[in-house]
């Protein structure tokens, strides 16, 4: 998706807000929250707030199966002037191979503006990124 005035290319840098939260799937709601707060203080729609609560919700999906034992859910938020990008991610000690036929990535990818997985020898996150649909 192309939105005028807006980028959907991945922010580098400190995030503007992080959540550290343990590698739980009881803790996906409050990192959809925080999602839809963030979103919604950028005066996001409700679709585009709903869209990505949903895409968070499936990044989630596809890093927590990958966490080591007793180990943290990392999730950075990048504020852009009209979108907003968020990085979740997880430690693991066996490289993760991305799956970009599962239902998770399909819905993620069909939601996000932009959406890449990064695995490395010792973590595996998901990057997106929504903008809102708003003229300003």
Known sequence: MTVAGATTEFPTGRP???LRLPA???????????????????????EDIEDLRIAVGEATALVLPEADPESDLQCGFHLGERSLTVEVRVQTSSPAVPDYESFAWQVLTTLAASAEEIATADSFSVRLTLVSGVDL
């Open 16 to 18: 503007d807000v992080e």
């Open 24 to 46: 739980d799937g009881a803790y996906v709601s409050v990192l959809r929250t925080t999602a839809a707060g963030l979103a919604a203080r950028l005066d996001f729609t409700i």
